[in-house]
């Protein structure tokens, strides 16, 4: 192949990628926060209604329009959870639930055919919540393990039970409901019960519904399956049907998953703002609301983004009473704490998120093999409170020697902690008896050192 043939190939596959990016700009996201739910369920202390209480308004002030308040179709319906409590007393204080919802189950039909809701239905009536999000199950093991219904049975149970919401639950502002269907083990669904999937969703095109979200609950399916099932829905219920994924964390893919969703068709996720979710995290809002600020989509400018970074953080650390993670990408301490300047995120630099955009600040980590002198520098200013000037070139080139012969001698320190720190930057300090002249760390300082 010539060069310019090759040349013309490698556009080609670019623009491939460009055209992605300019779909994921124009995506105004589709957001359902579930972090009165999902973070504490993976929290090992959960929330209280007082702590649900505090949290709602701060959801509402940060933008989002769609807030479940909880979850209604639990296990025991008849022994009641913090959730029902906070519902309760939204409905007694006569407060503002526009926008909101409540995941359901099903109901049941009596021998004779007769339609009977779920406790979790009648509850969503009792407290006034306006919309929900109405589970299903739709793989072999799902429909029997779980839903404990067959497939015919589904098929004439999900009708019905989406005319009763349809019927008895005023929506917002008096209006009809939205209502959601969550294939709660969509993935599964669509790996192993294809044409029963396609069945239900052939059916929900004919219903009154909002639209429908799959969730990936184990985090186990790779982004391009995800994707493809993504597909597949919209094939079968085009806009202005709505469709939401979910995605859990347990392989790693959570992020990548719910951009091959969005490119697929899909119009958002639901999740919690903070990364915290019932197994080892998931796909938070907070996470998505980011990565599409990194690539300058405009509808993200609708939320309080300065406040994203301390708002994520506040919510995981309320549920957890521990500190967030700090290697968490994005949303963890140590995402913008640099250990070598060539890695800084700038503002103006494609693909980039600088910490400002989403209301955080960089920081410094000394790591004894990569960091390097203004890194040094500026973890020395952090720690001392003194200026940039305090800390010249000659002697953290010096501290760097020093980290490099400490651990040629089998020494491994933490020079991060402070005492270390300052222990190396006094022994650094011996090799200029006579002193030495300040000098001003530029921009130019920050770049990669040879």
Sequence with gaps: MSLPQ?????????????????????????????????????????QTRH?????????????????????????????????????????AAGADMTGCFAFTALGTRTSDGRFVPSPSQEKLQRYGVPNTVHEIYLSADGMSRYGKYSFEE???????????????????????????INIADGCDAFAGN??????????????????????????????????????????????????????????????????????????????????RAAIIGHASIGELLANLARVNNPHVQQYRMEQLLPLATYLQELDDLVPVPDDLPILGRNAYRLTVTAFEQRALRFMDLAPEAIGGQYGYRVCAVISDGPVIA??????????????PQAITTQ????????LRAGKRIDYDQPPALLQLYERAKEAFPDGIAADVLTDSSMERQP
């Design 51 to 91: 702590d649900k209480l505090h949290i709602l308004p701060k959801l509402r002030e940060f933008g989002f329009k769609n807030i479940s308040l909880g979850t209604l179709d639990y296990d025991l319906p008849d022994e009641p959870e913090v959730d029902d409590d906070f519902m309760l007393e939204l409905r």
């Design 399 to 406: 501290m760097i020697c020093l980290m490099r012969r400490d």
């Design 378 to 391: 500026r973890r020395l200013a952090e720690v001392t409170g003194r200026p940039l000037t305090d800390f």
């Design 6 to 46: 090759a040349m013309e190939n490698a556009r080609a596959v670019l623009a491939e990628a460009d055209a992605k990016l300019e779909k994921l700009r124009h995506i105004e996201p589709y957001l359902i926060d579930v972090s009165l739910r999902e973070n504490p369920v993976g929290s090992n202390l959960g």
């Design 194 to 275: 294809l044409e029963d999937t396609c069945k239900v969703l052939a059916l929900l095109a004919g219903q009154p519904i909002e639209g429908v979200t799959i969730e990936d609950d184990r985090g186990t399916f790779l982004p391009f399956q995800v994707g493809a099932y993504v597909k597949v829905i919209r094939s079968f219920l085009p806009p202005p049907f709505k469709i939401l994924v979910h995605i859990h964390g347990g392989a790693g893919f959570e992020n990548a998953s719910v951009v091959e969703a969005l490119l697929n068709g899909a119009d958002g996720i639901w999740g919690g703002l903070p990364k």
């Design 154 to 180: 589904l098929c004439k149970r999900l009708p019905a039970s989406i005319r009763w919401l349809y019927d008895n639950i005023r929506g917002d502002h008096g209006g009809r409901p939205r209502i959601f």
